[in-house]
Structure formats: structure tokens, C-alpha cells
């Protein structure tokens, strides 16, 4: 069990000590947390432990657990429930996305005590849901519309949201100027150096046409996430002249993959990573988060796009002990999954829809992503309570 932790210490190498105690007191939170903060692990677990050898080659966003789906406006200034993180996306196997998503929801029902027979039955309803999809071949979305039961409550709280409340609450006015708001919860104060800095790399937008009326009024570091803790991040806050109002824009570092190496696909060539993510992004989901660009600041590619809120998260916590609840959400999740899929079969390299749907209709793949989920799952709880002994 010492090379887990070699393992966890080695990918978050690069990370400065004060982010990283900070990822790794957010890991301690419980298994699920832990799970979300290790991809990495569940990446070369995952590769070494299917043995399944598939052909079919999908888009996958890497990271598909319970917590990686949500809303966010698109430039339509249109709601849209979808994935919605693709930092560790890359041309693999679809089983992959599956067993992510489905380790996660053997992880939760672990902490909400549910009963093996009760698992049992939402993990295959999973299942169905998914392999259904792909073999209808139509990539749909969710609609607000025609949402019911969580969904519906959902969506009925995003349209009461007031974004310009949500902005005083992360700023205060200070000479007569609207500056950000540090909290070290949500936010972290930077020098005026590093501001120029990010400023800098951001003015290139201002020629473009959705931020060719902004204007950088402040930034600050941004914390949020677990696994994406410690990468550069910032908030920065933004006037459009043109529409009056000010903005939240989100400033991401895009890294490599952490599959990268291990799924011997050959992947098409991006010109880097913040490339990659916009462009997987932009196949899988529905429409693309308004703001969607990449900027480059002192050596290191971005990825910008509008701040996307956590509360807009579909979060576990919600759910309290309701794994019911938590089934019929997941159940919509797999189906949005395969949407996913669909939508960007064909394109850079990956399978077509009519291979997904062949794909679907075998079986034996389908007890072995069970098994394995269920096997992965078992070794993050394993490599969590490892975890929890270091000092």
C-alpha cells in the first residue's frame, strides 16, 4: 500500500505546498472525496485491470463521476444540464467513461449504507439506461421543459438564481471600483505582478467578438474542485460595456491527461492541451459554455470560460441517505453519457455511432464492467483508509 501513497505523492509533485495540503485535507473528507481526487489511480487501475479488448473507440470526458455533471449557460445565455468536465478527456474506450461513473455510485452507496441487493439493481438499471441509448443512435439533451421529479426541482431553482447576487456576494466596492472578494475559501488574493500577468495573457479575446467590449476589473486565485486542486485557476472579473453588466470568467491551466500513456490509442494531434479540452468538450456536449477559449500565460495554456457556479453542481450531499433519489438522477446521467458519445462518434478518430450501437448490443461487457466497478470501488476505499493513516 506505500506505493498508493508514492503514487498519489509523484502525480502532485508539481503542486506548491500550500495547495496541495489543502487537496489533500479535501481528500480526507470521505472515500468519495478521495475518489474525485485520484483519477490518476483509478486511470492505471482501471488499464490493468480490463482485459476486455474492445475496438470501439469513443470520446470520453476521463473523470465521469456523480459530481462531474451540472449546469452552465451557454452563449445563448441558454441553461444546459450535461458533463461538464473534460480536463482528463482523450480518445479511448467507452467503457471507461462507464466505469468511472459507475465506481462512483458504488462508492456512494457505500457511505449511505444502501444494501447489495439495492445497488445491484440501480448499477444494472445503469447499464440498461446506457446501452438503450446508444442503441437508438440519437443524441438528445435534457430539456427544462419536460424535466420531472429532481430534475424538475432542479431546474426550478436555477431559474430563480439571481447571478448579480451571486456577484455581490464575491465582491465589495472599494474607491468607487467593484474588486473581488477574498475569502481563502473560494477565492485568494493576487499582487497586482501576477494580475498584470493574467491580464496580459488575456487581452489577445479582446479581439474577438464576445470580449470586444470587456473590460479585466480584477482577478484572484480560485479554489474549487478536487482533483483540479492545485492547478493555476483564476476568477476574474469582467464589465461589458456593451450589455452592461459584469461577468465571472473562469481561467483554468489545461494539463495533460492523466490517461495519457496508458490507452494505447493513437490521438489526434491538438496544439495543446487547452485545445484538446475545449475541442472534446465541444463534440460531447450539447452546446459549449459560454465564454469557451484559450489563452496562454506565462508558459501554460488555459482554458477560459464563463465561472461556472458549484452550486450548480449536481451534488452527492444533497441526497443525504435517499439513494433512490441518487438511482433515478444516475439513471438520467447514463443516458446523458451516452448522448455524449453519440454526439462526437465519427469525429477525430473515434467510432461511429452505427459500431457504438453494435458495441451496445453485446453482453458480456456489460457483467464485466459490473464486476470491475465493483472491484475498483472496494480499492479506493482500500487505498482511503491508507490514506487516512498518514500523518
Not at 100 to 124: D, Y
Not at 175 to 194: E, Q
Not at 364 to 388: C, H, P
Request: charged share 30%; net charge positive.
Amino acid at each position: 500500500m506505500a506505493s498508493v501513497i508514492k503514487r498519489i505523492n509523484e502525480y502532485n509533485l508539481s503542486i506548491p505546498a500550500p495547495l496541495l495540503e489543502m487537496k489533500l485535507n479535501a481528500m480526507k473528507e470521505s472515500p468519495f472525496r478521495f475518489y474525485r481526487g485520484t483519477c490518476h489511480l483509478f486511470a492505471g487501475d482501471f488499464i490493468k485491470r480490463y482485459k476486455y479488448k474492445t475496438k470501439i473507440k469513443s470520446w470520453i470526458c476521463g473523470d465521469l463521476h456523480f459530481e462531474n455533471f451540472g449546469s452552465y449557460k451557454g452563449e445563448n445565455r441558454l441553461v444546459y444540464f450535461d458533463l461538464n468536465d473534460f480536463d482528463e478527456s482523450i480518445l479511448a474506450f467507452p467503457e471507461i467513461e462507464l466505469t468511472r461513473f459507475l465506481t462512483s455510485i458504488t462508492i456512494a452507496a457505500g457511505q449511505m449504507k444502501v444494501a447489495t441487493i439495492g445497488l445491484h439493481k440501480t448499477l444494472h438499471d445503469i447499464m440498461a439506461a446506457y446501452t438503450t441509448t446508444l442503441q437508438k443512435g440519437k443524441a438528445l439533451m435534457l430539456e427544462a421543459e419536460v424535466a420531472h421529479g429532481v430534475f424538475k426541482k432542479y431546474f426550478e431553482r436555477l431559474n430563480t438564481f439571481d447571478r448579480e447576487s451571486f456577484i455581490a456576494k464575491r465582491t465589495f466596492k472599494h474607491k468607487g471600483a467593484l474588486l473581488l472578494k477574498p475569502d481563502n475559501i473560494h477565492l485568494m488574493a493576487l499582487d497586482d505582478s501576477r494580475k498584470a500577468k493574467v491580464y496580459e495573457g488575456l487581452s489577445p479575446l479582446l479581439e474577438v467578438s464576445r470580449f470586444r467590449h470587456f473590460v479585466f476589473e480584477d482577478a484572484a486565485f480560485r479554489i474549487a474542485g478536487t482533483g483540479s486542486l492545485g492547478l493555476e485557476r483564476y476568477c476574474v472579473l469582467c464589465y461589458s460595456k456593451k450589455r452592461g453588466k459584469h461577468y465571472l470568467i473562469d481561467v483554468k491551466e489545461a494539463r495533460e491527461s492523466c490517461y495519457s500513456g496508458l490507452v494505447k490509442i493513437k490521438q489526434p494531434r491538438f496544439k495543446n492541451e487547452a485545445e484538446r479540452i475545449n475541442n472534446v468538450g465541444y463534440l460531447m456536449q450539447f452546446n459549449s459554455p459560454a465564454f469557451l477559449s484559450t489563452v496562454y500565460i506565462d508558459d501554460k495554456w488555459y482554458v477560459v470560460k464563463e465561472l461556472q457556479l458549484m452550486e450548480d453542481r449536481m451534488s452527492l450531499e444533497g441526497f443525504g441517505t435517499d439513494f433512490r433519489l441518487l438511482s433515478e438522477v444516475a439513471i438520467e446521467m447514463a443516458v446523458l453519457m451516452a448522448y455524449a458519445q453519440i454526439r462526437s462518434s465519427g469525429h477525430l478518430g473515434a467510432s461511429s455511432a452505427d459500431d457504438l450501437r453494435r458495441f451496445a448490443d453485446k453482453k458480456q461487457w456489460q457483467k464485466d464492467i459490473i464486476e470491475v466497478s465493483g472491484e475498483l470501488a472496494r480499492k479506493n476505499n482500500k487505498y482511503y483508509r491508507e490514506f487516512m493513516k498518514v500523518e
